[in-house]
């Protein structure tokens, strides 16, 4: 497995708790940081991870917008965490680093939904990602 899907990992282990817990992103981030910082063989994935996480939290409000906009009438309350936080690691990557192929970044949240959450999840959040990729 490459660094940048561990940090995808990563950084979906690090929105779901804070979602799930309610703590603040900056929190969360924090306390993966310290994690980090005892882990210098992972230092790659950390750091990409750390990008992702930053850069949702840095246009969270553009990201969620395009995650309700094409989705199809779900609330983004209503969907799943897992989903919310693929959601927005995919559209963060195809929106905000041109360094990762639109077609890696969509393929990279369904094989994550597939393996995370629900049998639906996968069809899902490849329908939103293509049409957020398609709106550009």
Excluded: C
């Excluded at 989705?71 to 990762?100: C, F, T």
Aim: net charge negative.
């Amino acid at each position: 497995m490459g660094a940048r899907t561990k940090a995808r990992k990563r950084a979906l282990d690090i929105l779901f708790s804070s979602d799930v817990r309610g703590d603040d992103l900056a929190v969360a981030l924090a306390a993966e940081a310290r994690r980090a910082a005892g882990e210098p063989a992972r230092e790659a994935s950390w750091l990409y991870a750390r990008e992702i996480v930053d850069g949702i939290v840095d246009h969270r409000d553009e990201i969620d917008e395009h995650i309700v906009t094409h989705s199809r009438d779900w609330k983004i309350e209503r969907m799943p965490a897992v989903d919310r936080a693929l959601l927005r690691i995919g559209v963060w990557e195809i929106l905000h680093n041109d360094q990762v192929p639109t077609a890696v970044a969509i393929d990279e949240a369904v094989e994550l939904a597939k393996e995370f959450s629900t049998d639906e999840s996968g069809a899902f959040v490849h329908g939103v990602l293509a049409r957020v990729a398609r709106a550009g």
